[in-house]
């Protein structure tokens, strides 16, 4: 009997289970294919504008174009900083093909340093083989010529021409200009901060000092840009747009350059500043401060060696002494301190004192006594006498009486211990002493002898010599208070029709409750300094063909011990006094105000008083003279 075969595969389950695997999978893909379109629709159509967005950042550059900076004029249109082209020897890396040979070549016709070819392989390495790199910079015309002529030997090397800062009068106005330099990490900080850096993304330079820093939004201008069309390598294709750069204004200077550079030659060299002031507005005519360094050598990034030099100069001619330097005022501020008292009510003009040569404070035991510059005295003075011959006794006697708080409060209507506000931002503001200062500085309380050197301009006094000029123009003016300023007019060159826009002068309030026969007393006090039987100055001033009125001064650099004798002859040159003067001419209708210190130069009268007498007549005699014989042709 035949058994019945088993089934060992069962057909219809097996096909059972294809299907459903089949329409699972199937299913699979759907949702699959249902994703990625999904995907692609939100890619292709809900951010089609992010994508095209980034796509065009790939494929568009914007590339910013720094503006022209602006020039810089004095007050009669001379040029006193431009840009011209400095030209510069550039290699594409892309181009050559080998640049150490092409280096050696180059060698053979130009002077390249080891150092500048150390410097071009540095950069190099941070730039695009499609982008030129820099080898030599300041080429000579000479430079030029030799490589023009076997240009085509060296592919790839090309003379640009970019335009930089050029100061034609150097270190005859460095601290007024100041300069420009290479933007470095600090500016660019300092912009970030004040919203500003966006404008500078093509810019190299910047305003370091003096007037080119305080208008450095005035003088740089509004950088442009360009659109345009790069490769995947970053290489330009074309240029789609190009918005054009707006050049800064060019600026007009109160400064007369010609009689800037007749001041900073009188100074030869020494140690000092000499400030010229214009009594109608307080324009600054000529600021000068001796020893000076040529501010060009910043412009193309001077060396370290020869930052060295100028930091450790024993002279300090990186600092700007007309605002920052410091120093006690001496008798200079006899004719203010005589306008408080008198307004004080402290003296009267008919206010007599016996000069003995020495002043002892009242009711004091066991006290030095105060010496007068005069070791025998000068007899019995009035205020006017006390001016000009400079009686110090005078003065001790009125600041015993006046007292710090009124002296302190006075001086600063004057503009003592205070910015005088000119338009740089290099200035100190100096000291004018108060019982809260001492306390604050030396942790002692102010003693009844601090206030008499006060009286003549030492102690704790000091003062700048721009503050000196600034206080001289208060009384001049009869109280009115305003700022010594730089800038004189703002020119447009986009409207070139457009007459200059004068800058606004800035005022303080005047100093009121002054008798016009109180601010008289003293000018006539400073007059008799320079034409008086006795006074301090009249030698320097003997035979002027116009009335001057002058004060001068004599301060101390250390302290005398008692019974001790000064001998300029016996002490270091940078312990001898500072020769101080100030004056304006002429008397009744004052053209300029001069204020000038000499330091460790000697007495005030014997070396300012002559430098004064020549800068009056270069201006009032020789100016006008010299107007006359032009009229005359």
Known sequence: ????????????????????????????????????????????????????????????????????RGLIYDRNGKLLASNRPVFSLEITPEKVKDIDKTIAELRKILPITDEQ???????????????????????????????????????????????????????TLTHVLGYV??????????????????????????????????????????????EVEVNSRGRVIRTLKYVPPIPGKDIVLNLDIDLQQYAFGLMNHRRGSIIILDPKDNGVLAMVSSPSYDPNAFVHGISGEAYRDLLNDPNRPLVNR???GIYPPASTVKPFIAVSALTEGVITSKTTRNDPGIWYIPHARNHKGYRDWSRWGHGVVDVKKAIEES????????????GIDRLSTWMNKFGFGEYTGIDIHEESSANMPTREWKMARHRTPWYQGDTIPVGIGQGYWTATPMQIAKALSVLVSHGKRRAPHLLRATIDKEQPNQTPVLSPIKTFPPIENVKDSDWALAEEGMHLVATG???????????????AAVKSGTAQ???????????????????????????????EDPKLIVAMVLENAGGGSGVGGPIAREIFDHVLVKSKQKENSEDKK
């Open 391 to 402: 009686v110090d006794t005078f003065f001790y006697q009125v600041a015993f009486d006046m």
């Open 1 to 68: 009997m035949r058994r019945k075969r088993s089934q060992i595969r069962d057909y219809t389950a097996e096909a059972k289970l294809f299907t459903r695997r089949a329409i699972v999978a199937f299913a699979g893909i759907i949702v699959l294919v249902g994703i990625l379109l999904a995907n692609l629709y939100y890619i292709q159509v809900e951010q089609y504008q992010d994508y095209k967005t980034r796509s065009n950042d790939n494929r568009i550059k914007i590339v910013p174009i720094a503006p022209n």
């Open 181 to 226: 330099s290479r933007i470095n990490d600090r500016d660019i900080q300092r912009l970030t901060e004040e919203g500003k850096v966006s404008n500078y993304q093509a810019t190299r330079d910047i305003g370091k000092l003096g007037i080119e820093r305080y208008y450095e939004d005035v003088l740089h201008g509004t950088s442009g840009y360009k």
């Open 322 to 324: 007309a605002t920052l």
């Open 557 to 587: 650099v250390y302290g005398l011990k008692e019974g001790e004798k000064y001998n300029a002859d016996e002490v270091a040159e940078h312990l001898r006094d500072h020769a101080l003067l100030m004056g304006f001419a002429p008397l």
């Open 533 to 547: 039987s006795r006074g301090t100055a009249r030698r320097a001033f003997y035979g002027a063909q116009y009335e």
């Open 117 to 171: 070819i150390e410097t071009f392989q540095k950069e190099r390495t941070h730039i695009r083989h499609y982008k030129p790199v820099p080898l030599m910079t300041q080429l000579s015309d000479e430079d030029v010529a030799k490589f023009s002529v076997n240009q085509y030997r060296f592919p790839g090397v090309e003379v640009t021409a970019a335009l930089k800062r050029y100061y034609p009068y150097g270190k």
